[in-house]
């Protein structure tokens, strides 16, 4: 399809009344979630996907594109009013934002955050809707050698960028990938790991794994932390941005833009690093440097303009090869199996109008929080105030509804449990929970297409070698393991030379 037509083949299921509603929900709902503190974009939806079950794929996926977009954008209010992150990419708007909004000019900040987040999601769609297709006709010829070396190389670059230490990144992925293996051998027709226990066979299902870690896991850590409302600056002040201040922003957001498209593109990289990379370009670019940290517009624009154009970049690897972009694209690969569908570039031949359907929803989406972040910035400020003391169970309720309405089986709910524990005590130990959940998805892939690789070579590892498309990723996964180590030896070479001279 050319990306005229991944723009047409879905109007007629979008625009319907039920849809619009459901988009505007989610988008609202997204804000909402993104800008209380600790509950961020992958809580709402981990939330959110069990709910879907039972609505149309239209509707499903305008409530959850929704809530991806507006949650992401969402946490740079928080960010601004109260000097508090309410997600992890909002990280870096924090720096200036909240400097601006103790000068009393919160509203231009959250104005620039809001009109940047609009740009850099627009832009990373129409560039989803250029390459997605011929990512996907490449994908097409993929033999089971490239399947392996590109879920591998994904699982890598999640354990190397994962906070903490990347043994821990790499422990977190084997623990995802032993996960995984629970249940019958696809191949051999084995019981693995099910320990008599008949609802094991078919293995863990997806969702309740993923509402626990993100979900269960997320309520526990902050209740654990505190059950208080955030006092934010009431002081907000003109919104909507002007011209002359857009003028000199329009190049730092199409920077960002460009910076948060290709970042997100790259499997298990998400918002965070891109707006940690687009900021700190535009401070070293920048003709006065001392000024960002003091609050200036450019370090709102910069990361705000990247972490949102990442949304529609991670959609790329997961459309394209089955392969989360992030942790928010594992949950939608979740919800697309949820509704008969699966992630891949079949995705494009077989079901072109929900491909086109996705993208336009995704482009929607950015159109809504511009409204509600320009319109209903003073309304979402008051509802930050909300004690997570009244938050937290509600949250809690969804969870354990929408587990057991998949399957109605109390197992399922076990399995959230089970795993909230588990999210609560990586973040106690400082574990990255990510490399889990992308091991736990990418499992069958990696197992099913290394052993179809290695029977159809007769145990010939250097077949993975010959195709070079699987070469190279598997040189590039070498790679990401090994540079860490040879610049701290070279480091070292360049110390010791200098301590001689």
Do not use: W
Not at 95 to 101: A, E, R
Not at 280 to 287: A, C, N, Q, T, V
Not at 402 to 408: D, F, K, L, Q, V
Not at 420 to 444: M, S
């Amino acid at each position: 399809m050319s990306p005229f037509d991944l723009y047409t083949a879905g109007l007629s299921n979008v625009f319907v009344p039920e849809v619009i509603f459901m988009l505007l929900v989610g988008t609202i709902a997204g804000v909402i979630i993104g800008a209380l503190p600790g509950l961020t974009a992958i809580m709402g939806v981990a939330i959110m996907t069990p709910l879907t079950f039972g609505m149309s794929t239209e509707m499903s996926f305008a409530l959850l594109l929704g809530v991806f977009s507006g949650g992401v954008y969402g946490g740079s209010m928080t960010a601004v009013l109260a000097n508090i992150p309410g997600t992890p990419s909002s990280m870096m708007t924090a720096l200036d934002g909240y400097p601006l909004g103790q000068r009393g000019e919160a509203g231009k900040a959250i104005g620039m955050a809001t009109v940047a987040s609009f740009i850099g999601g627009i832009i990373s769609v129409v560039i989803l809707s250029i390459f997605a297709p011929y990512i996907a006709r490449v994908a097409l010829n993929f033999s089971a050698q490239e399947y392996f070396s590109v879920a591998v190389f994904g699982l890598a670059v999640i354990a190397f960028i994962s906070n903490g230490s990347m043994i821990k990144g790499i422990l977190s992925g084997c623990i995802g990938l032993l996960i995984a293996s629970i249940g019958m051998d696809q191949m051999s027709g084995f019981e693995r790991f099910t320990f008599g226990s008949a609802e094991l066979l078919s293995g863990l299902e997806l969702i309740p794994v993923l509402i626990g870690i993100f979900g269960l896991g997320e309520i526990l850590i902050v209740a654990s932390a505190s059950l208080k409302g955030v006092k934010t600056n009431k002081q907000i002040g003109r919104i909507i941005p002007t011209k002359k201040e857009l003028k000199s922003n329009i190049l730092t957001i199409f920077r960002g833009s460009a910076i948060g498209s290709f970042i997100g593109a790259v499997p298990a990289s998400g918002g965070t690093i891109g707006g940690i990379i687009a900021y700190g370009l535009e401070k070293r670019i920048s003709r006065n440097p001392e000024k960002f940290g003091t609050g200036t517009l450019k370090g709102v624009a910069a990361p705000e303009s990247a972490n949102n154009a990442t949304t529609g970049g991670a959609m790329i690897p997961m459309l394209t090869l089955g392969i989360p972009g992030d942790a928010i694209t594992a949950l939608l690969i979740g919800a697309l199996i949820l509704h008969g569908l699966q992630p891949g570039p079949l995705l494009f031949e077989n079901n072109p109008d929900t491909v086109s359907m996705i993208f336009i929803l995704l482009a929607l989406s950015n159109f809504v929080f511009l409204g509600v972040g320009l319109l209903g910035a003073r309304v979402i400020s008051k509802v930050m105030d909300t004690p997570m003391g009244i938050l937290l169970p509600i949250i809690l309720v969804l969870c354990v509804v929408g587990t057991y309405s998949i399957r109605n089986s109390f197992f399922d709910i076990g399995v959230l449990i089970f795993f909230g524990v588990v999210g609560f005590l990586f973040n106690k130990l400082d574990v990255p929970a990510a490399p889990l959940v992308l091991g736990f998805i990418l499992g069958p892939l990696v197992e099913t297409n290394l052993r179809r690789s290695l029977v159809l070579s007769e145990g010939d590892l250097m077949v993975f070698f010959t195709r070079p498309i699987s070469g190279a990723f598997l040189v590039l996964t070498v790679l990401i393991f090994v540079a860490p180590l040879l610049s701290k030896l070279f480091k070292k070479k360049r110390t010791e030379t200098n301590l001689k001279l």
